[in-house]
């Protein structure tokens, strides 16, 4: 008796929309649990994320939201992939477990890098778990090659002695766009490239969180934009999670956690979480020093021709996951 298999034909990409992020969720939440299991994780159940969250993703990647459904109509495998600026990236993606191995993760990871390339992205990343040399072997055969790790780490917060931050959404209106201007400036003064407009505009309309700022004598020192909506679906705010972090120098940088941070107690928050790039050490050094502990680590890929660009100066983070 020949074993039965399921229809192979898929169709995509097509567009991801608010009515696809149930559908998603499950895609995700079985593909990664599975990716835990075949990891030896076997009592790992990865949870659904947030719909907010998810609305985000899709907002924020716009027409790089992509997904690819079989004759049932159902999604076999998605890609998020994110411009910003002339970064791209693409996250999350998955294929659905039944629909692995068929060649399906190719199709949507050179779906997505064609797409970048379009819009003009001059770096195209991802992240991945370091530990799963699948994947890593994986990308690379796609001309993805393993760079610095990303490193969550997290620091429990005293809920009282805190100044008070300074926070985009405070401001009027004229102020608001005034700030967001003043941060594309700073992010163009640091490195070439990246532009995280989008991602402040979202934030804000969306109410996941808010951008902590950061004045110096010659203009904007620093910027954090951070969410505190919770991440998984049916959770209550456990945590506020650092996105994306501009930093003109080590001071600036100091000011914008300690500013972050004090945002956080006052939303009755008690941890920060940030992920670290490696490459900046002396960064990495300090927030150990200021008490942030590593949590998990991820492998940062970048394709062949399509670096990410570092500041000679400064701090930049851009979190590659949402």
Not at 105 to 118: C, N, P
Not at 296 to 311: I, K, N, Q, S
Request: with cysteine; net charge neutral.
């Amino acid at each position: 008796m020949r074993a039965w298999l399921p229809e192979r034909q898929v169709s995509g990409p097509e567009g991801a929309a608010d009515a696809d992020i149930e559908n998603l969720n499950r895609v995700f939440a079985d593909a990664f649990t599975d990716r835990y299991r075949r990891d030896g994780l076997v009592g790992v159940r990865v949870p659904y994320l947030n719909p907010q969250v998810w609305r985000y993703a899709l907002l924020d990647a716009g027409a790089g939201a992509m997904v690819w459904r079989d004759t049932a109509g159902q999604i076999v495998a998605f890609n998020v992939a994110h411009r910003s600026g002339t970064e791209g990236w693409m996250g999350p993606l998955a294929v659905r477990p039944d629909r692995q191995g068929a060649g399906i993760g190719k199709l949507i990871v050179r779906a997505a890098v064609d797409w970048l390339i379009e819009q003009g992205a001059t770096t195209i990343g991802l992240e991945t778990m370091p530990r799963t040399v699948e994947n890593i072997g994986f990308y690379s055969r796609l001309g993805f090659a393993p760079g610095y790790l990303t490193i969550t780490m997290t620091r429990d917060i005293s809920p009282r002695g805190h100044g008070t931050p300074t926070l985009l959404s405070q401001l009027g209106a004229r102020a608001q766009e005034d700030a967001i201007g003043a941060a594309g400036r700073l992010m163009a003064h640091l490195v070439r490239g990246p532009d995280f407009s989008r991602e402040l505009l979202l934030t804000a309309e969306l109410g996941l969180g808010d951008t902590t700022l950061v004045e110096g004598s010659g203009g904007l020192d620093a910027m954090v934009l951070w969410h505190s909506a919770p991440l998984a679906e049916g959770r209550t705010k456990e945590e506020l999670r650092i996105l994306k972090l501009a930093a003109r120098d080590e001071r600036a940088l100091a000011a914008g956690l300690a500013a972050t941070e004090a945002a956080a107690a006052r939303a009755g928050i008690r941890r920060v979480a940030i992920r670290c790039q490696t490459r900046f050490e002396a960064t990495f050094r300090y927030l150990v020093d200021r008490g942030y502990r590593v949590r998990w680590t991820d492998l940062r890929m970048t394709l062949d021709g399509y670096a990410e660009p570092h500041p000679a100066t400064g701090v930049v983070f851009s979190n590659w996951e949402i």
